[in-house]
């Protein structure tokens, strides 16, 4: 079946240093992309999305890189502090009529003090 | 300030009863949502609403019912027939079906 997934369930970074999450899908017909940060005993909150008409988008302190050739998304987070620390998930979704958003499962991110 | 309330925050239920999680958004949102999140897991989608009085079953339907009887509001109810109800439970909306989600706090059920 078609799925979203990430290829390692935790990464830990120095403070200071920068993050890169990195995340594969298999829908080849997906066209819009979301990052996600879920801190603990929360509900996840929207960081930066991107369609697949663009490659890039920055927003403050995050970069979402998006290669449709190989079907992999990755986030970027500068500057890493320990307010990052949570759990990251992609999403995708085919813009089509009844679709709706597919979730990976999910990277820790640990930043050491 | 528009959002979506999830309440209560902490539920606890006996075995072999129903009981129902409020979902509520003044984001004049078209389309609702419920997640079930286990440990360790992914978010997996129970049921979903495009517009009032309409929803579907998502991947994991069995043993839950919702209602969209108000375009504010999408209620879950987790039945007895629910196996393994205790989870936390996300509920978000989105403008469309075609838009990012916003999430709820989320409400954590435990059976007792």
């Known amino acids: 079946g078609e799925s979203v997934g990430l290829h390692l369930p935790t990464l830990s970074v120095q403070e200071g240093d920068n993050s890169i999450i990195n995340c594969a899908y298999s829908?080849?017909?997906?066209?819009?992309f979301i990052w996600y940060k879920q801190e603990s005993g929360k509900g996840p909150q929207f960081i930066i999305d991107?369609?697949?008409?663009?490659d890039k988008r920055q927003g403050q302190r995050v970069t979402v890189l998006l290669n449709k050739t190989v079907k992999h998304l990755s986030l970027q987070i500068a500057a890493t502090q320990p307010g990052d620390s949570a759990v990251y998930f992609c999403a995708e979704i085919y813009t089509g009529a009844n679709s709706k958003l597919t979730f990976g499962k999910g990277i820790t991110l640990s930043v050491r003090p | 300030d528009g959002g979506i309330t999830q309440s209560p925050k902490y539920l606890f239920r006996k075995e072999g009863q129903n009981v129902t999680l409020s979902c509520e958004q003044n984001?004049?949102?078209?389309?609702m949502y419920w997640y079930r999140q286990d440990p360790g897991q992914g978010l997996r989608l129970i049921y979903y609403s495009q517009i009032v009085n309409d929803f579907q079953k998502g991947d994991i339907a069995e043993g839950y019912s919702v209602s969209r009887e108000k375009k504010e509001s999408f209620p879950l109810t987790v039945t007895s027939a629910q196996k393994n109800p205790t989870a936390f439970y996300l509920c978000?909306?989105?403008?469309?079906?075609?838009?990012?989600?916003?999430f709820g706090s989320g409400t954590r059920l435990t059976v007792v």
């Open positions: 984001l004049n949102h078209d389309a």
């Open positions: 991107i369609r697949s008409n663009m």
């Open positions: 978000a909306s989105s403008i469309s079906i075609t838009y990012g989600y916003t």
């Open positions: 829908n080849s017909a997906s066209d819009y």
